[in-house]
């Protein structure tokens, strides 16, 4: 789902959320809070937190993850970065950091999966 209220200066503040499917280092899937604003510009920015559920390098559990999301009003990527903040079971001491990419398309609708880099160790 996908809300947005207008706000003083002719911007908008956008809230939703999303389930995810992840493939690859991380498999499982995940539920997505967001919440963010348009400026006039029609850029935006803002911050995601991703409850995770199922493996991370043939670990399972749940992990927390905090993103940050940003996409220029004439930018054909949304990008920005990710880090654990919990995590539990076999995931627990699960820690890590880096940056995502995504491309958008001419509505400004995100086009292709995610593509995480970054560095994933145990405390």
Do not use: C
């Amino acid at each position: 789902s996908f809300n947005t209220r207008d706000v003083d200066g002719g911007s908008q503040y956008a809230v939703g959320d999303e389930e995810g499917a992840w493939v690859g280092t991380f498999t499982g899937t995940s539920h997505d809070d967001f919440a963010g604003v348009i400026p006039p510009d029609q850029s935006i920015g803002g911050a995601l937190t991703v409850v995770f559920h199922g493996r991370v390098n043939h670990a399972r559990g749940t992990m927390v993850m905090f993103l940050t999301w940003w996409a220029p009003y004439t930018s054909l990527f949304m990008d920005g970065t990710w880090e654990i903040v919990y995590a539990s079971r076999g995931l627990g001491h699960l820690r890590g950091a880096g940056t995502w990419v995504s491309l958008l398309g001419k509505d400004g609708q995100p086009i292709s999966a995610a593509r995480y880099t970054g560095k994933i160790w145990r405390d």
